[in-house]
């Protein structure tokens, strides 16, 4: 008998309803990864991931697919962190996520962090496409074991391009069997949480903003096209939180 | 093709002003994660497979053909700190001008006029090697190879390290930096049929972060 993982997709569709809000003329979850529209703020539709049962575990194949079309505004959070684990499948699960919003649409997305326990593999991918004009808020926090826990391997490639053109393209691999040298001095230096803020806006190509640090492990960096990076380690999740917190309250 | 050429491009007496950084070694150094012999070649490890992968790779790309422009973006995607950014823009021209005039051709001239303020590097590096009639395996070399002996011989002048422990972590690291250049090469021919966005992107976020912190030091004894 040959075990295969658990795939599932869920997709969100999100569309100005012309009345000053945003509506979700799709919104499919799929098996493990269930969503729930919760109550909306002004123009804003916000949607909450809510893990049906943990996962991803070996072998498995998520994908979660978010559209927001011209003009929309959509906010999408998770209801707890998502950790990795190792299932009865060998080989390494996916967790894909592609992320389009078109001209003048805004899309927050704000998941909790994922953890990637002991003997799992897990490769994310996060590809994001903004067209003119669009806003984007988008947090990946990475935390390498449970408390006290070795982290199993993990490897997140993040792209973003504005209007075809990629403003970042970033892989991260760490844990075991990951290639050498990602515990130490020049990646992660032993901190055991990792993130990533990204923020579009339009008007940073006309006024960007300018580098500065946050501290002696966190930098915010104006990135090459309308976009910044806030990019940190820390000790743990929550000291994590807390730097990108402040980095995107110190945004406006 | 003459394989002596890659000596010339590899020499670190090319007069192409690399000698000024350090590769985030001195970042690393007062930071004090690099304490040593053994905390530099920690370093160097990370380094290696996560910046040298990427040089290497758009390295490679550029003697294989690829668009010039859109290595560079790639380029650009790859390096969210601004101050390396600038560094690798400004290593970039310096290595252009030596190359122009140790291996004269169309092409280099050509670099220079689209890219008035310089191309990355790693990518001019490319350039150059094609130009000295080498191989895409040669140029990624040539960059991996310069994304850890930067960094070590930063650190003998940083801490007084004794030059033979600094030789000795680069040694070590040769059977890695033989495996980097592969997947290095291996992605930049898969790149040829798909792209700029089959080159690695592999990061290390405290090479970005270290290379932000040491931008804002008012005295500095290397430019990044």
Do not use: N
Request: contains cysteine; hydrophobic residues 50%; glycine residues 12%.
């Amino acid at each position: 008998m040959t075990v295969t993982g658990v795939r599932a997709t869920a997709r969100i569709l999100a569309r100005d309803d012309g009345r000053g809000g945003t509506s979700l003329p799709v919104l499919e979850g799929d098996g493990p990864l269930a969503l729930r529209r919760t109550r909306a703020s002004g123009a804003e539709a916000r949607v909450m991931l809510v893990g049906a049962m943990s996962g991803p575990l070996g072998g498995d194949r998520f994908a979660v697919e978010a559209k927001v079309a011209e003009g929309a505004r959509l906010s999408v959070g998770s209801a707890a962190a998502t950790i990795a684990l190792p299932g009865q499948t060998k080989g390494e699960a996916h967790y894909d996520i592609r992320l389009d919003v078109a001209d003048g649409g805004e899309l927050a997305w704000l998941p909790e962090q994922l953890i990637s326990a002991r003997g799992s593999d897990l490769y994310v991918t996060t590809r994001v496409e903004l067209g003119a004009r669009a806003r984007l808020v988008l947090r990946e926090e990475q935390v390498l074991g449970r408390a006290g826990e070795e982290p199993g391997r993990l490897t997140s490639r993040l792209t973003v391009r504005v209007e075809g053109r990629a403003v970042l393209d970033q892989e991260l691999a760490c844990g075991p069997g990951a290639p050498g040298g990602w515990d130490g001095s020049a990646v992660l230096g032993g901190r055991r949480a990792v993130g990533q803020l990204v923020v579009v806006r339009p008007e940073f190509a006309a006024e960007p903003v300018a580098a500065r640090m946050l501290g002696e492990e966190a930098a915010l960096m104006p990135l090459a096209g309308p976009a910044v990076l806030v990019s940190a380690v820390a000790a743990d999740a929550l000291r994590l939180r807390r730097l990108l917190d402040e980095a995107l309250a110190a945004l406006g | 093709m003459s394989r002596a050429a890659l000596l010339v491009l590899a020499d670190g007496r090319f007069p192409a002003g690399g000698h000024a950084h350090s590769g985030g070694a001195e970042a690393a150094v007062k930071a004090g994660r690099i304490t040593g012999g053994a905390s530099l070649e920690d370093f160097c490890r990370g380094r290696l497979h996560t910046a040298g992968l990427v040089s290497a790779s758009l390295a490679a790309a550029a003697v294989l053909g690829l668009d010039v422009r859109e290595l560079d973006a790639a380029a650009d995607a790859r390096t969210p700190s601004p101050a390396l950014r600038a560094a690798a823009r400004k290593l970039g021209r310096q290595l252009l001008r030596a190359a122009r005039a140790t291996w004269p051709g169309d092409e280099l001239d050509a670099v220079a006029r689209e890219f008035p303020k310089g191309a990355h590097q790693p990518v001019v590096l490319g350039l150059a090697a094609r130009a000295a009639g080498l191989e895409a395996v040669d140029a990624a070399y040539c960059a991996a190879y310069e994304s850890v002996s930067g960094p070590a011989s930063a650190t003998v002048r940083l801490l007084s390290l004794d030059p033979f422990d600094a030789t000795g972590a680069l040694a070590r690291l040769a059977p890695e930096l033989d495996r980097v250049v592969d997947r290095a090469v291996e992605a930049a021919r898969r790149a040829v049929d798909d792209g700029v966005d089959a080159l690695p992107a592999a990061s290390g976020p405290l090479l970005e972060i270290g290379a932000e912190a040491h931008a804002a030091w008012a005295v500095r004894l290397f430019a990044s």
